[in-house]
T-cell receptor, first 111, second 116 residues
Framework: EDQVTQSPEALRLQEGESSSLNCSYT??????LFWYRQDPGKGPEFLFT???AGEEKEKERLKATLTKKESFLHITAPKPEDSATYLC????????????FGTGTRLTIIP | SAVISQKPSRDICQRGTSLTIQCQVD?????MFWYRQQPGQSLTLIAT?????????ESGFVIDKFPISRPNLTFSTLTVSNMSPEDSSIYLC?????????????FGDGTRLSIL
């Protein structure tokens, strides 16, 4: 069974203090790994898809990377508006379009 | 992307009653999904709803408890039947804009359901 573990559960950073969020996964065959951002009271907002080890995607202050066992979401010089819960999900190679989610990292950026 | 609207956004219900949640998309999509997000837990897929066929349920979820309709390519409903406090959760609708796997899903803002 697919498993996704995210760490840390919560992270508080000063504005401008860069860091990384981790997503470890176990899947029989990876079709795609997805990063989402979720604000309170909202649904998850799609950020990135990664398909194969070594792949990287960037968007503003965020960069996602992928290895065969884990993905990192690097946040460079974060701003308070980057505060949110970041979710990681995997889709396996066979079967339906199901996404298996981790429990997320709650990121707080302090001005 | 797509605009996905869910109704109601929240509700408080009595145990033993049923509630139907609606999901409307602003474009035609083949695949729609229903997820549950319980407090402190990850999103869990309840079922996949394809237009013109029966919904496919994940392990632990049954049609009698969570009947789903998919009458056309822009609309779906999820009913939570005979509710108990354990059904208090956020229910989210998502869509895949294309098929073939490896495509992201886009989510509505969810329905926050509390059962008294």
């Amino acid at each position: 069974e697919d498993q996704v573990t995210q760490s840390p559960e919560a992270l508080r950073l000063q504005e401008g203090e860069s860091s990384s969020l981790n997503c470890s996964y176990t899947v029989s065959g990876l079709r795609g790994l997805f990063w989402y951002r979720q604000d309170p009271g909202k649904g998850p907002e799609f950020l990135f898809t990664l398909y194969s080890a070594g792949e990287e995607k960037e968007k503003e202050r965020l960069k996602a990377t992928l290895t065969k066992k884990e993905s990192f979401l690097h946040i460079t010089a974060p701003k308070p508006e980057d505060s949110a819960t970041y979710l990681c999900a995997v889709q396996e190679n066979f079967g339906n379009e199901k996404l298996t989610f981790g429990t997320g990292t709650r990121l707080t950026i302090i001005p | 992307s797509a605009v996905i609207s869910q109704k109601p956004s929240r509700d408080i219900c009595q145990r033993g009653t049923s509630l139907t949640i609606q999901c409307q998309v602003d474009s035609q999509v083949t695949m729609m999904f229903w997820y549950r997000q319980q407090p402190g837990q990850s999103l869990t897929l309840i079922a996949t709803a394809n237009q013109g066929s029966e919904a496919t349920y994940e392990s632990g979820f049954v049609i009698d408890k969570f009947p789903i309709s998919r009458p056309n390519l822009t609309f779906s409903t999820l009913t939570v039947s005979n509710m108990s406090p354990e059904d208090s959760s956020i229910y989210l609708c998502s869509v895949a804009l294309s098929t073939g796997g490896g495509q992201p899903q886009h989510f509505g803002d969810g329905t926050r359901l509390s059962i008294l």
